[in-house]
């Protein structure tokens, strides 16, 4: 039977009403509460299962199954604990005695199916295992596809399970799998596993997580099985095939299982990678190294060890109370230390927040970083732990990031530069703080310096357009001092170099392109070339360009560049050939080559080429040199080779060369 439909069966089976898990009806096993000794009669229930029965519990919305045992010592004794629903609570909870049937099970199935709410299993001990210990038996706690929610695990103790101790993985199901999940996060925290095969802490969807935890002698100890899921402040150790795993060999889903703070000593990636690596060998490996763990079902039911749950070595041990007696809960936004070059940005959610989106953009350089305080509800605040939603993208001019976060957890980057623009998806759960401090987003651009004019001398942009006009049309522009180039729109035709600093363009009848540039030292000037029986135009500033607007125009009008530039030479007499006093041509002495050979490529191929001294187009080695897609401008050429070949034969050293496309590139010297 597959885990879908055993888990449909055993929601339809239920036999016990909302709240009354204690009593018992005929049909299922004669049960009653006794206790097993003076002190724990007062403390806790237990219920003992004859042998072949099975005792079965339902828990809805807003239930709870609080300070038992389940006996199950009795020859083929058996539990159902079905937990389906919101807000519903397993507390100080222990099964006594071990799970001795051998067919596939999940005696313990928790889901929460509304993404916006959460449930809590605490202080439960399923520690005395079962006889079986063959792949696939019984599982510890089975976590079904259908979980959508938040299921907070904590203080569990789970050993000698043969599918593993906390199967939570099923959220995370492919659209691929029979049975697609539905998303929900797996919170396990302050916990124990020990020899179950397949995993001990399985887990496969974004936000799921394992902290203070430690897991020995399972096949794999820690399984990230699918996204992206974390590990931390954890060990370890002697794992059957690795310590830490991701993924499987059916599924190949590209899993990411990420370590923080964790000792381990082996992993084994079945698809996908572990990232960060073992702070040192485990230190921890019983029980008992977790405070707060149950170490028997008795010790559970009553409520388990005193103590609070410990951290690792290196961990902060305050119990989180002032001297006054008050509990501190979060650091106060005033007496939090920011240490950072620029601005910490924050995104942080309430608990119920579930994939809450952000995005912004700003100028300078944008960084992923973990803040050094967490949020109200205690979870970390750290960029870059989504994988496949956050994100940082430069397009050399603004910084465009975003990503998604949820469950009381945050995402954080270091910026240095002004934020100019925060667009929060859902407000009502997610809010944005910098350095610290929550702010609303237009305070954070105010701040920052985002809000302000953009059209300084640091940033004035223009717009340089040429058009065809019957007859095809070469132009170049080069940012003689400090001007970057970028394309207004995507064209096989317009090359940028390398640096940005020189545009060319080649345009048939009745096109037109568009450059935009922005100024970024205040002495920048521009050169431009247009050659063919077309018209230029120009549109900006004149602070950007220092001859612009005329008198009487508009700073949004397009003016003419011939107009504009006043050019009564031609722009290219310094590179044409000149005469002798005796009439005779005269050509410089180019001893050097470039050949760039498009004859074989499959498609298209654009460069650029800059020399020092001089360069110009040759028809040595079957070079093309009437092609209008070449374009030369002093000592830099542009052009296209498709099924063609350019040669250029140049003097001086090489500059800069920049080729998009797969042609060869050859050179010769002294020829």
């Not at 430069?394 to 949820?406: F, P, S």
Request: with cysteine; glycine share 12%; charged share 30%.
């Amino acid at each position: 039977m597959s885990k879908k439909q055993d888990s449909r069966s055993c929601d339809d089976r239920r036999l016990f009403g909302r709240r009354s898990w204690l009593k018992a009806t005929a049909s299922v096993a004669t049960l009653g509460a006794i206790g097993i000794g003076t002190a724990a009669a007062d403390n806790y229930d237990v219920i003992r299962v004859p042998a072949g029965d099975t005792y079965r519990v339902s828990l809805e919305s807003g239930d709870s199954i609080e300070n038992a045992i389940i006996d199950i010592t009795a020859r083929n004794a058996a539990y159902q604990i079905n937990a389906v629903g919101s807000n519903w609570t397993i507390r100080n909870v222990g099964v006594r005695g071990v799970w001795d049937r051998f067919e596939k099970a999940e005696p313990l199935i928790a889901s929460v199916p509304d993404a916006n709410a959460s449930a809590r299993i605490e202080n439960l001990y399923l520690g005395d295992g079962a006889t079986d210990d063959t792949y696939p038996g019984a599982t510890g706690i089975f976590v079904p596809p259908s979980h959508a929610g938040t299921l907070e695990i904590d203080r569990v103790n789970i050993q000698g399970y043969p599918d593993n101790a906390i199967y939570g993985s099923s959220p995370g199901n492919t659209n691929a799998h029979p049975a697609p999940g539905s998303g929900g996060e797996v919170h396990i925290t302050n916990s124990f596993a020990a020899d179950c095969r397949a995993g001990g802490f399985r887990i496969g969807t974004a936000g799921s997580y394992v902290e203070n935890c430690v897991a020995v002698s399972c096949d794999r100890n820690f399984w990230g099985f699918y996204e992206q899921t974390e590990a931390i402040d954890c060990d370890f150790s002697n794992g059957r095939f690795g310590d830490v795993g991701t993924g499987d060999n059916t599924w190949r889903a590209n899993a990411r299982a990420r370590v923080r703070n964790t000792r381990f000593d082996s992993t084994v990636e079945h698809s996908g990678r572990v990232i960060g690596e073992a702070v040192g060998s485990p230190e921890r490996t019983e029980p008992e190294d977790v405070s707060g763990v149950p170490l028997s079902a008795e010790e559970a039911a009553a409520g388990g060890r005193s103590e609070p749950p410990s951290e690792p070595d290196g961990g902060d041990t305050d119990d989180g109370e002032s001297d006054d007696g008050q509990d501190d809960g979060e650091e106060p936004e005033e007496d939090r230390e920011i240490d950072v070059d620029g601005h910490l940005l924050a995104f942080v959610t309430e608990p119920e927040a579930s994939l809450a989106g952000y995005e912004f953009r700003a100028v300078g350089t944008v960084e992923f970083t973990e803040a050094p305080y967490e949020s109200p509800s205690g979870g970390r605040i750290e960029g870059g732990t989504f994988v496949a939603e956050d994100f940082i993208e430069d397009d050399g001019e603004t910084v465009h990031a975003g990503g998604v976060t949820g469950g009381g957890q945050g995402d954080a980057f270091v910026v240095d530069g002004p934020i100019t623009e925060i667009d929060i998806g859902q407000p009502d759960v997610m809010w944005v703080e910098l350095d610290g401090k929550r702010l609303s987003p237009e305070e954070i651009l105010e701040e920052t310096g985002g809000d302000e004019d953009e059209e300084t001398d640091q940033f004035d942009t223009f717009e340089y357009a040429v058009e065809a006009n019957e007859a095809d049309v070469e132009y170049f522009l080069e940012g003689v001092e400090g001007v970057a180039f970028t394309p207004v729109q995507d064209a096989d035709s317009i090359y940028v170099s390398p640096d940005g600093t020189r545009v060319a363009g080649l345009l048939g009848d009745g096109e037109r392109h568009a450059v935009e540039g922005r100024l970024v030292e205040e002495s920048a000037m521009l050169d431009v070339d247009v050659r063919g029986d077309g018209e230029g135009f120009i549109d900006g500033n004149e602070s950007a360009l220092g001859w612009y607007p005329q008198d009487g125009a508009s700073g949004d009008e397009w003016k003419d560049i011939d107009a504009l530039l006043d050019l009564e030479d031609d722009p290219d007499e310094d590179n044409e050939s000149s005469e002798d006093e005796d009439g005779d041509e005269s050509t410089p002495d180019l001893p050097k080559a470039v050949i760039i050979d498009g004859t074989d490529g499959d498609e298209p191929s654009r460069y650029t080429f800059s020399v020092s001294e001089a360069i110009e187009p040759s028809s040595e080695w079957d070079g093309t040199t009437d092609d209008s897609d070449i374009v030369v401008d002093g000592t830099t050429v542009a052009g296209r080779v498709d099924g063609t070949r350019h040669v250029f034969r140049f003097v001086g050293d090489v500059t800069g060369f920049w080729l998009d496309g797969d042609a060869s590139v050859s050179f010769k010297y002294d020829v």
